[in-house]
């Protein structure tokens, strides 16, 4: 049965600004210093939390010891190439729509506070949003549903007046969980996972208007 939205939680990493690919960036330029390539594949069996992590994968590959504070410098060369994304396409339209609906508006993420404060202080928009939920505020990160719920509680709404906006598959097995509704907007490297059959995929914010987009997603089955 339809539900109304009456608000929309974000995750951030790769919907709000992407800063997925600088740190994928990141890291192929720490295996570079060692003189290796790092994959994709690599890289997203890491993202996904199924495959080594990358530190150690670095150490069994390399022919010589990692330098020190590389993990210093790996994060340095993330925060640089982050600072230079814009939004992601269609999220300002999306966000002045959500205020013009009377929408209420969180970010759940398993990143950290001050990361998340840190990018949208660049774009004006930490009063935007009621609540930012990140992994710490919870007992079990994504792709448990905990950051989704709390977010939702804070809003002081039902989970199924929410909907959430995702670009990972493991955002949208936390959706699942929650059983919350989900929009599914895939950046260039998560489009490349296996996500699970689950929301209403919209390709990117700048593709669907937010109203269409909560229309289609009212009349999806997949919410019980």
């Known amino acids: ?7 929309l939680i974000f ?6 600004v992407d800063t997925e690919l600088p740190s994928f960036l990141s890291w192929k330029t720490v295996y570079s210093l060692h003189r290796l390539q790092l994959s994709e594949e690599d890289w997203i069996s890491y993202f996904l939390g199924e495959g080594e992590n990358l530190m150690e994968l670095l150490r069994k590959r390399s022919l010589r010891a990692p330098q020190r504070g590389l993990s210093r410098t790996r994060e340095e ?3 640089a190439l982050s600072l230079q994304q814009p939004l992601c396409p ?11 609906q009377g929408l209420k508006l969180a970010i759940a993420t398993n990143g950290s506070s001050n990361w998340v404060r840190t990018h949208l202080d660049r ?4 009063s935007t949003f009621e609540a930012i939920v990140t ?6 990160p994504k792709p448990a549903p905990d950051v989704f719920l709390l977010a939702a509680d804070q809003l002081g709404v039902h989970p199924n007046e929410a909907l959430i906006v995702e670009d990972s598959p493991i ?20 489009q490349k996972m296996a996500f699970p059959s689950y929301g209403v995929n919209i390709g990117s914010l ?19």
């Open 123 to 126: 774009f004006g928009l930490n």
């Open 90 to 100: 269609g999220v300002s339209n999306w966000l002045f729509a959500a205020k013009e």
């Open 171 to 190: 955002g949208v097995m936390a959706a699942k969980a929650a059983q919350m509704s989900c929009v599914v907007v895939k950046n260039s490297l998560t």
């Open 11 to 16: 995750d951030f990493d790769g919907v709000v």
């Open 135 to 140: 992994a710490r505020d919870v007992k079990k």
């Open 1 to 7: 049965m339809p539900h109304t939205i009456r608000a």
């Open 77 to 79: 060369i993330k925060l």
């Open 206 to 224: 700048d593709s669907a208007s937010l109203v269409d987009t909560i229309l289609t997603v009212t009349l999806n089955t997949n919410i019980d």
